[in-house]
């Protein structure tokens, strides 16, 4: 996902925009880091394509109404209330962060298209409850143009007993997002991330975008 913030307020957007694009994420260049999943990049690029279980099918739905910026009061029933995602631009913490983090994303980016979704086969070492996906959006900030960008990345969406998510990671070219188990870069990562996300939150309304229909 790109650039999330948009605030209401006018004067304050150009800012967090621009604070957006210096702080940009930090992705491992190490191609063995192992990343949410666990594997490699070079391991989840390879995993094959699979189709979604009928208690997934959901989720998936959710999950491609999200990043075609058309979210839905029904799209955030796919997450449990104290669930996490973590993407190269910020941590969200809870379902009130969440819906501020994708309700921002279509202020900023009126169209998106998901040019290529694929769930993937879980190997041995993924848990079943933990849901693979690899797709390619492509971002614009005018509708009628071309792609400003399109970002493929990975999916890892943990989920519990009730089939809803309580972690969703989202790792570009599916490599690995730092942290503070990184050292000191990587926690001042992680706690830019948040700060980010919890100013985002202060701005962004908690109901969906109007005419943003998901059927």
């Not at 650039?3 to 957006?20: D, K």
């Not at 191609?31 to 208690?55: C, D, F, I, V």
Request: net charge neutral; with cysteine; hydrophobic share 30%.
């Amino acid at each position: 996902m790109l650039l999330r913030l948009a605030p209401h307020r006018s004067t304050l957007r150009p800012l967090l925009l621009s604070a957006t694009r210096n702080f940009a994420g930090m992705p491992s260049n190490d191609m063995e880091a192992k990343n949410a999943s666990g594997l490699t990049p070079n391991e989840t690029n390879s995993l094959k394509e699979r189709s979604a279980q009928p208690h997934e099918e959901k989720i998936v739905q959710g999950i491609k109404e999200l990043y075609s910026c058309k979210p839905s009061e029904e799209t955030y029933k796919i997450y449990s209330n104290d669930a996490v995602f973590h993407d190269p631009i910020g941590i969200a913490e809870g379902i009130k962060a969440i819906r501020a983090q994708f309700n921002g994303l279509v202020k900023i980016f009126p169209r998106a298209d998901v040019t290529k979704f694929r769930i993937l086969e879980n190997p041995s070492s993924v848990p079943k409850s933990t849901i693979l996906i690899d797709q390619d959006v492509a971002y614009y900030r005018d509708p009628s143009g071309s792609p400003t960008k399109t970002v493929n990345s990975l999916l890892t969406l943990q989920t519990n007993d009730a089939h809803q998510i309580t972690r969703h990671t989202e790792e570009w070219d599916h490599k690995r997002e730092t942290t503070r188990d990184d050292g000191f870069l990587g926690l001042l990562n992680e706690q830019r991330k948040k700060i980010t996300a919890s100013v985002t939150g202060m701005f962004i309304s908690q109901d969906p975008p109007e005419g943003k229909n998901s059927t």
